[in-house]
């Protein structure tokens, strides 16, 4: 069975910090160009950041930008999102994709991306 999973949601304040976990089930992620999107209550998706195969060119969204960091461990075949000083407004599912390599370069286009987790719930609040 081919899917990817996310973890690492939660509750966290404001100004609080989560990492948040992708991980595959059937195939290596380290081959793959691996994307973060988020959607909010009647928004929607968005996406957050991108991390191509090698780690080695990454993209993000403007509501990422300074304050989140995508990496990956191809050892262990996972892909991480680091977020910082998070506020209300990031409070959302979160949903990792995946996408081959040789299909796109690193996208927030999410009509690209081939395989998609169910996602893991943020909620950000006092």
């Known amino acids: 069975q081919v899917y990817i999973e996310e973890s690492g949601g939660g509750l966290v304040h404001p100004g609080g910090s989560l990492r948040l976990t992708c991980t595959s089930s059937g195939f290596t992620l380290d081959a793959y160009n691996v994307g973060w999107f988020r959607q909010a209550p009647g928004k929607e998706r968005e996406g957050i950041a991108c991390?191509?195969?090698?780690?080695?060119?990454?993209e993000y969204g403007n509501s990422a930008k300074g304050r989140f960091i995508i990496s990956r461990n191809n050892l262990e075949y996972t892909v991480s999102l680091q977020m910082n000083n998070l506020g209300p407004e990031d409070t959302a599912i979160y949903f990792c994709?995946?996408?081959?390599?040789?299909?796109?370069?690193?996208?927030?286009?999410?009509?690209?991306?081939?395989?998609w987790g169910a996602g893991t719930q943020v909620n950000v609040s006092s």
């Open positions: 994709a995946a996408v081959s390599q040789y299909k796109t370069a690193c996208t927030l286009r999410e009509d690209l991306f081939e395989f």
């Open positions: 991390i191509i195969h090698s780690g080695a060119v990454t």
